[in-house]
């Protein structure tokens, strides 16, 4: 499969925590994106990052991206009750329209 | 803009019956995908679409047909239903080039 993987499956933190989720993939890519799932729900994007980008800020993510070790990571600062949801990571490749998704991170934000 | 939408949101199936679920955008997004989603664990895609009028395989296509007519519709059926394919499943579409996909609400699927 070239499904990626996150780590850790599941996280538990306190509210103003902050949480940081990593993603593993296998092919090179053109760039990857973050979603959150909401329980029940579609899935949301949060951020985008390309190849040729190390890091990326949005709001109170941060995410990076380490082409030559194939992995990712989301970190979500000063988490909140609302943060609570599954993240996933999907990785584009050059010469395919198809994303393909990681198996998600459970984050559960106790207030 | 309704985004994507998809009906119905819940269906229930018997071993071997047939259904259609649809996917509708009024993005005027170029790319649309059928994926599933089975308990813990991430989303598998089924087939997709690059254009109207044409379809490709994903990575779990078996079971499964779909059609694009019309650039805003990508239609996903099951011809014969098996307790395999109670699922979840959502549709997704984005522009070309390096886009977000934007998902629908998803279909709950149970096969008895």
């Known amino acids: 499969s070239q499904q990626g993987e996150e780590d850790p499956q599941a996280l538990s933190i306190q509210e103003g925590e902050n949480a940081t989720m990593n993603c593993s993939y296998k092919t090179s890519i053109n760039n990857l994106q973050w979603y959150r799932q909401n329980s029940g729900r579609g899935l949301v994007h949060l951020i985008l990052i390309r190849s040729n980008e190390r890091e990326k800020h949005s709001g109170r993510l941060r995410v990076t991206l380490d082409t030559s070790k194939k992995s990712s990571s989301l970190l979500i600062t000063a988490s909140r009750a609302a943060d609570t949801a599954s993240y996933f990571c999907a990785t584009g490749t050059s010469g395919t329209y198809k994303y393909i998704f990681g198996t998600g991170t459970r984050l559960k934000v106790l207030a | 803009n309704a985004g994507v939408t998809q009906t119905p949101k819940f269906r229930v199936l018997k071993t071997g019956q047939s259904m259609t679920l649809l996917c509708a955008q009024d993005?005027?997004?170029?790319?649309m995908y059928w994926y599933r989603q089975d308990p813990g664990m991430g989303l598998r895609l089924i087939h997709y679409s690059v254009g109207e009028g044409t379809t490709a395989k994903g990575e779990v296509p078996d079971g499964y047909n779909v059609s694009r007519l019309k650039k805003q519709n990508f239609l996903l059926g099951l011809e014969s239903a098996a307790p395999s394919q109670t699922s979840v499943y959502f549709c997704a579409s984005r522009q070309t080039g390096e886009n977000e996909q934007f998902f629908g609400p998803g279909t709950r699927l149970t096969v008895l």
């Open positions: 993005m005027n997004h170029e790319y």
